[in-house]
T-cell receptor, first 114, second 114 residues
Framework: GEDVEQSLFLSVREGDSSVINCTYT??????LYWYKQEPGAGLQLLTY?????DMKQDQRLTVLLNKKDKHLSLRIADTQTGDSAIYFC??????????????FGKGTKLSVKP | KAGVTQTPRYLIKTRGQQVTLSCSPI?????VSWYQQTPGQGLQFLFE???????NKGNFPGRFSGRQFSNSRSEMNVSTLELGDSALYLC?????????????FGQGTRLTVV
């Protein structure tokens, strides 16, 4: 079945780069997403990548997609304490193109130490 | 413009009762999706409504139901509450068309069943 997996925790020092990894199972996913959730808040879309792309860069964020291995990563450059949050990887299910029905990983809790 | 509004923010109910949660999407958005977030299961898709019709449904029992009104506002209902229904319920709205669009999440309703 469809599944998205992520490691649960990541701890880095302020100023370092953070790399959050994700594996997914549905090779027909059109889009793959990274969301951020801060305590007591809903989800905020950080970035997404279309399945025919290998990389997408948006300011401090770099997304890498390896379709062969079904591996997605999010790199945050110059990580700040304000980046401390839970990061979710998500995919669209088979044939889906909208974000109306997403399959989420369980989230990676990023802790940034000063 | 105003974001996605979910009411109430917090709710405490007793086992066996029923509950109705409300979601007001961003103006102009016609798609509303609901997700359940728990520490054990993570984020799971409940259902998606578009133009007052349920478009997709997740793998939840029939006790979970929803509807969408002509102004795109949506409600979800859970009948015969169980302790395991305690969760953060998130609503997301988007303006779906053929081109990828972003879904915006509300802050959620925290339901506690005692």
């Amino acid at each position: 079945g469809e599944d998205v997996e992520q490691s649960l925790f990541l701890s880095v020092r302020e100023g370092d780069s953070s790399v959050i990894n994700c594996t997914y199972t549905d090779s027909s996913s059109t889009y793959l997403y990274w969301y951020k959730q801060e305590p007591g808040a809903g989800l905020q879309l950080l970035t997404y990548i279309f399945s025919n792309m290998d990389m997408k860069q948006d300011q401090r964020l770099t997304v890498l997609l390896n379709k062969k291995d079904k591996h997605l990563s999010l790199r945050i450059a110059d990580t700040q304490t304000g980046d401390s949050a839970i990061y979710f990887c998500a995919e669209t299910p088979r044939g889906g193109g909208s974000q109306g029905n997403l399959i989420f990983g369980k989230g990676t809790k990023l802790s940034v130490k000063p | 413009k105003a974001g996605v509004t979910q009411t109430p923010r917090y709710l405490i109910k007793t086992r066996g009762q029923q509950v109705t949660l409300s979601c007001s999407p961003i103006s102009g958005h016609r798609s509303v999706s609901w997700y359940q977030q728990t520490p054990g299961q993570g984020l799971q898709f409940l259902f998606e409504y578009f133009s007052e019709t349920q478009r997709n449904k997740g793998n939840f029992p029939g006790r979970f139901s929803g509807r969408q009104f002509s102004n795109s506002r949506s409600e979800m209902n859970v009948s015969t509450l169980e302790l395991g229904d305690s969760a953060l319920y998130l609503c997301a709205s988007s303006f779906p068309d053929r081109v990828h669009t972003e879904a915006f999440f509300g802050q959620g309703t925290r339901l506690t069943v005692v």
